[in-house]
């Protein structure tokens, strides 16, 4: 894979002091999406979305205290997907996807206290899906595939179970012969 434009991108985001949400999505799956060089991301910055082939999640997006809504469909992160959002205080959705490499997410005590939205899509490698006590208190809605039919647990506790009001489950069914 190749470089994108990603320093001209950072550039261009850098100017735009007001933005409020920001959608990345490289055309090419062979270009790598290189947004590290952005040292300050817009302060007004509620939505961001990243679609792309990315080595390693933008150091940046640790300071994004505003954002609301966080969408990343990456291929070729080599890193775990929740080291960063888990951080960020006042997300409420969460969308995942793309070919993350472990067989494992794990949503621990603690994290992601007002999310109420959760979409993880297009895993093949993940096995198990843990969320723990404590995770995502006021989590109402997740969404969970595609995924083959019997390949994938989940594990959710009780006070989980209790407050989601929407699931949405994409299953891959086989024919047995």
């Not at 093949?124 to 995502?136: N, R, Y």
């Not at 208190?137 to 995924?147: K, N, S, T, Y």
């Amino acid at each position: 894979p190749k470089n994108g434009n990603g320093k001209d991108v950072c550039a261009l985001i850098a100017n735009l002091e007001n933005l409020e949400s920001l959608t990345v999505l490289m055309a090419s799956k062979d270009e790598i999406l290189d947004l590290q060089s952005l040292s300050s991301p817009p302060q007004y910055l509620q939505r961001l979305y990243l679609t792309g082939n990315m080595k390693k999640l933008p150091d940046w997006i640790f300071k994004l205290k505003n954002v609301i809504r966080l969408g990343l469909d990456l291929s070729g992160l080599t890193e775990d997907p929740l080291r960063v959002p888990h951080a960020l205080p006042n997300l409420l959705e969460l969308r995942l996807g793309g070919t993350y490499n472990y067989k494992l997410f794990h949503f621990e005590a603690g994290w992601f206290p007002k999310l109420q939205i959760l979409t993880l899509f297009d895993f093949v490698a993940v096995k198990s899906v843990i969320i723990e006590k404590g995770a995502m208190p006021d989590i109402r809605e997740l969404g969970i595939g595609p995924f083959p039919l019997w390949s994938m647990y989940i594990f959710l506790t009780d006070h989980i179970l209790d407050q989601i009001v929407v699931v949405m489950l994409l299953l891959t069914c086989f024919e047995f012969e």
